[in-house]
């Protein structure tokens, strides 16, 4: 194999592997959306649900769906099923198909409608409060004309 074409798969690995999501969410954040996320609820943002016994239905937003019967929201198992998709996903993976996103955009997704704040900034430079910072000027008045007392 002439050596340009291993840099070329190398070049692709690396890409690839770039590609892998890294979350800043701090894991606690990830872990909290994830317990307070409801399946029924987040579907609901898309599909009208019918209740169904202890299930849901609706129509399957990914196939082009136009019967009830092949997609099942299931709470007490907290995902949704598609039979003609066959495929099951849980809140996270629900939201992340019918929006597009990422699963660390999945999880901001979810934690903005669920009233979780991120705090992304958590790591980066945070200037200090104005109440902090000294006045430039703390009067019009000349120095000189301050009384006594009140310097130093
Ligand atoms: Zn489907």
């Known amino acids: 194999m002439p050596a340009g074409d291993a840099r070329d798969a190398h070049a692709h690995a690396y890409v690839s592997f770039t590609q892998i999501p890294m979350p800043k969410i701090p894991e606690e954040i990830v872990k909290r ?8 609820d987040v579907v609901s943002d898309f599909v009208q649900l019918r209740r169904s016994g ?3 239905e609706g129509l399957c937003p990914f196939h082009g769906d136009k019967n009830l019967g092949s997609f099942k929201v299931a709470p007490a198992k907290n ?9 099951s996903w849980d809140p996270v993976g629900f939201v992340m198909k019918a929006e597009g996103l990422t699963f660390p955009d999945a999880i901001r997704w979810l934690a903005k409608k669920y009233g979780i704040f991120i705090d992304e900034e958590q790591n980066r430079f945070k ?25 130093g």
């Open 79 to 87: 995902i949704c099923t598609c039979f003609s998709c066959q495929e």
């Open 33 to 40: 959306v994830l317990s307070v996320a409801r399946i029924e």
């Open 127 to 151: 200037p200090k409060p104005s109440m902090e910072s000294p006045p430039i000027f703390v009067s019009r008045r000349k120095p000189w004309a301050f009384p006594s007392k009140e310097i």
């Open 54 to 56: 202890k299930e849901y």
